[in-house]
């Protein structure tokens, strides 16, 4: 957290440098900061423009909660950012501009984050936006294409973007539905879940969007697939106790019980089920199917609990790409481990960004954010030569070639909404700690 | 089978409303002998939690038991407790009880920033093995959650016999009775609101501590949360009233469990509100009216 807080401070005092004293101040105060930090800021070009630190950078906004409940999203995503930013600086920037981070929080909160979006849009006026999450999507999402920001976001599932999108908003990372799709079969189906085909389930779905989103799906797959829906309860968040909720839960005899809830309600709910003797199974999404969750919760509760994840992209795995990456990050970064939730979805999202930004100015256009948001599907989309990284792809467009960028977590191939399909993976934990207990490709679903 | 819910749920509500007691009488006790409401009583609640947590993890070098942890705790947040009133309360005393309410704000404003700044937002569990309910006479219950309601009841006979076996009690009584006539009578009015400052603070770490044992994992707002539930009960009892307040938790706490198991589990807290406010309409003076 204090890198991010001395960011933000950076940033904020940069642009008190600017307003206040119009040029010499702000530079110093730049390139005083710069030293420690990964994206080269105001500093390089205050020499150039006389005008104040970064007016001549591209700017790339990362709307995410970098504090408060959700915090670790943003602590997920900032480091796979600057590094990528790093790399396009490295290789000479966009269009001979450099590439520069603004932070926006949005604390999870939609109030905050229609302030954090209204500074980004219009003070700091980014050229796109790297965010935000399901939770604060319905608040900002307007604001955004009517200011025709160009949106990436490795994060948010939210179904309410499943027929929204694919002009100016994209995403990394796969629709709710498709999750919620995934739960139902992997817990209707043994070979998806190594366990047994559970016919009975129970819903516990907390009231807030990001949770809501996953419950329709979930509902309707699983009879679908032949299963029966024993209840759907929607849960108040953040409550001290779920006692009550459990019983009513019990009391309609489910063999696996959905969870979707925060880590901390999770765990609460989880906990009061073994108090009262709960004998059903537990499968979580992907908010709790971290260490996190488990190193939180006791192992008698946890044992055998199914999760879902976004599953590894089989051809960037094979071909070496994805260890590649998590070397990388964890190098870059100081993590313990690279495959935390959401970087390879942050990876993809800022290759495709910086990658459209890139067939933009090899086009001669200007970096408009109508211009960028239509280059974003044509460099992922084949069939053209495929690319699997920035530099890569940036010096093939630079020569003419259109490219396909090809992602960590899928072939990333947006179709009209702006959305990808990924194979998923089931997780199972055992002992503190999760592995795969199937696999699920998209065609499975 | 209807029956048994019904027995569970109210047990489960006397559960809750031996830590709403403990919190309540704590704060019932410091309005009878200050006569002002203290908002920052719900950071008690929490540096009482918050304290037996890193007293055991090894915050004084050794891991201590978690009794022993709990209890030194409890001491230090009743010396927390006094040395907040003499800083911020005392000077202020003789302005009358609404600077002393607003004051109380902010200083709970500044005991839980403080709290945050030192460990974060993170939650926190206490180190409690987590147990499966047993059967104890058709009823469902942890050993923890039997161990949380004889702590309660054990402190309410304790500030029984406090408040009416030993000198320090009387003196309370005759502090909260006639604050002047007690001076006069010879007793040190300003050593007994210090000794009831410690009395009241230390109850509401025990009632943190007892909360946390239930309903963790908590975060910092844990105290200044739960502070309206702990209104809701002194209020009903009748504030100042010890008695009322220890009468009104477990009325909170039931009707909050029966509201979740039979209404709706969406609006535990507002249960609270609902029996606090008919209660109030009929007799503003609280269930128990008489003096302590």
Redesign the interface.
Known sequence: MGIERRRLIKHTGGLAGITALAGCLGGDGDDGSNGDTTAPGGGDDTDTGGGGGGGNNIRIGVLLPF???YGWVGANVLPVVEMLVEEINDGGGIDGRQVSIVQGDTEASPDASVSATNRLVNVENVSAVIGPTSITMSAVIDTLVENEVPVVTPTAGTTSLDDRGGEYVFRTVSSDSLGGRAIARAARDEQYNSIQDYERMALMVG?EEVFQSFKEPIRSSFEEFGGTVTTTM???TG???????V??MMDSDPEITVLVASV?DS??IT?AG????YEGNWFATQDQTNQDFLS?S?N??TNDMLGLNAATYQPAEEAGRLQGFFDAITEYAGWDEGSRVFATNTYDAMNVLGLAMSQVAADGDDLTGPNVAAAIPTVARPPEQAVTSYSEGASATADGTDVDYQGLVGPIDFDDDGDIVAPFSIRRAQDGAWSEAGRLPPEAL | MVLD?LIQ?FV?GIV?GSVIAVGAVGLTLSYGVTRFINFAYGEFLTYGAYLAVFIAGGLFGVSLPLPVAIAVAVLLVGLLGVAVSRVFFEPISHRGALPLLITSIGVSFILRNLLQGWVG?D?R?LPVP????KDYFGV?L?ELEVAVIVVGVVTMLLVHLLLQRTMLGKRMRATSGNRSLAEVAGIDTQRVVRQTWFISAAAGALSGVL?AI????FRPGVGFA?LIVIFAATLLGGIGRPYGAMLGAFIIGIAM?LG??YLS??Y?RAYAFVILVAVLLVRPEGIRGGEF
């Not at chain 1, 409550?239 to 909720?245: L, N, P």
């Open positions: 504090s408060g409940d009231n929607d849960i108040r409550k001290a106790s779920y006692t009550s909720e019983q009513s901390e765990i609460k906990e073994f108090q009262a003797g939180q006791d008698r509760v | 819910n749920t489960f809750e937002v939650a569990q987590l147990l499966r309910r469902q942890t909360y239930l309903f963790a994992p739960y469990n979740s198991a589990a969406n535990t």
